[in-house]
């Protein structure tokens, strides 16, 4: 038996400092969509293994080999953990507002797979993204696409990222396009891996469109394209999405081997991808699904387009692209000066300090009570080097004039207030005011 402290692997305690960034991420995010129009819903971590079996696909690598499945104790049914958030919501949607559409929801949380850990792959990650239900007008795409874009451009790395785009066009365009790569892929079997091959065999021939292998897109690189079969219908709605992005200053590259990696899909289909991450090049990914809903059971098909984005790889790239979150909202510390000679506080001065922590957080100013002993000179270094705002320190003689001195970490320059709120509070609203907080501001 190993140590009681050690790790599942794949998975990570996020410390943090690391949380502040995904904190960062998450609330720009949240912003671009509310503004958007887009409600926050939140589903079950745990859901039936039969939601994703359907919706994402039985023979895809996520419900293969990836899921964390197990039975539910007494029940006798398999229950999962989430893999991705799409499912879960149109569930959600299905039995909650099939007769109320369109509908715009955004989720974050977190999502497992059992993958082989890597830079920027985790078993546990957390996801941000949006559904917009209900609507099949090519805009929604154009829409959903340029979100995503105005999200990437906040955390100032949309310059290192490429859309990707493709269409996926509808049935009747699929149908023809899938007897002619099929025909192309027999023709050329020597040149496929053998998990191609085997996709082959057993008829899942756009997954061989979505491998990695280097020898496999090398061989799809001729492969005929979807949209040059494309019905003109598909052909009419790839070129409003793609006019739409025009219209919108939006740049893109259309990548005919692009089909992502899930049943669902239809039509639209994107990718931002990067290449400052080596292997994990995807960053955010999304397209139109509109037939999701009728495979789980719905009475009715329902229109929906949407995308998700990694977090956890979002921070790697403002790493790697020098971004860093605005500073945090400044902190105030409130400490207690020992008096001369004397190696202990007084419980007096403990509890003022405690009630001028509590005034001041009342008002929603961030305080920090400091409770270390020490000469007064020790904790403004401390201070100083934790980035506090400003001291506020109680002695004896704070005590007994009901005052307390606040000195300014940033110019050296202290003040002896009355410690009354109305003397203190606006002083330090006005140390504050240097400091912008409104860094999520959109």
Sequence with gaps: MGSPTRLIRGMR?????????????????????????????????????????????????????????????????????????????????????STDLPQRFYYQGPMFRRERPQKGRYRQFTQFGVEHLGESHPCADVEAISLAHTILSRLQVRSETELRLNSLCDIETRSRHRRLLIEFLHANQKELSDLSKARLENGNVLRVL????????????????????????????FAEVCEGLDALGISYCVDHQLVRGLDYYSSSVW??????????????????????????????????????????????????????????????????AL???????????????????HRLRSHGISV?????????????????????????????????????????????????????????FPYVETLFAEYDTDYMRV
Excluded at 309 to 324: F, H, K, S, Y
Aim: one cysteine or more; proline letters at 5%; charged letters at 25%.
């Design 13 to 97: 305690d996020i410390l943090p400092e690391l949380h502040d960034k995904f904190h960062f991420i998450g609330e720009v995010a949240r912003k671009c969509a509310s503004v958007a129009q887009y409600r926050q819903i939140e589903t079950p971590i745990l859901e039936f293994t039969d939601l994703f079996s359907r919706a994402i696909g039985q023979d895809t690598d996520i419900v293969s080999k990836e899921m964390y499945t197990f039975e539910d104790g007494n029940q006798r049914e398999f229950v999962s953990l989430r893999p991705e958030g799409t499912a879960p919501i149109v569930r959600a949607a299905v039995r909650n507002y």
């Design 210 to 237: 979505d491998s990695k292998d280097p020898g496999d897109q090398s061989c799809v690189q001729h492969a005929p394209s979807l949209l040059s079969v494309a019905t003109p219908a598909a052909v009419d709605r």
């Design 271 to 336: 990718e931002f991808t990067t290449t400052r991450l080596g292997a994990q090049a995807a960053v955010l990914a999304g397209g139109r699904y509109d037939a999701l809903a009728g495979v789980l059971g719905a009475k009715h098909d329902m229109a929906a387009v949407g995308w998700a984005a990694g977090i956890d790889r979002l921070a790697l790239l403002m790493d790697e692209c020098a971004v860093t979150p605005p500073r945090p909202p400044p902190v105030l510390w409130v400490t207690h």
């Design 339 to 357: 008096d001369h000679g004397s190696p202990v506080v007084s419980k007096d001065i403990k509890k003022q300090c405690l009630r001028l922590c």
């Design 368 to 424: 920090e009570y400091r409770y270390a002993l020490g000469s007064l000179r020790k904790q403004l270094r401390a201070a100083q080097k934790n980035g506090a705002c400003a001291v506020a320190v109680v002695g004896e003689t704070e005590l007994h004039t009901h005052s307390v001195i606040i000195k300014n970490m940033q110019t050296g320059a202290q003040e002896s207030l009355s410690n009354t709120d109305d003397i203190v």
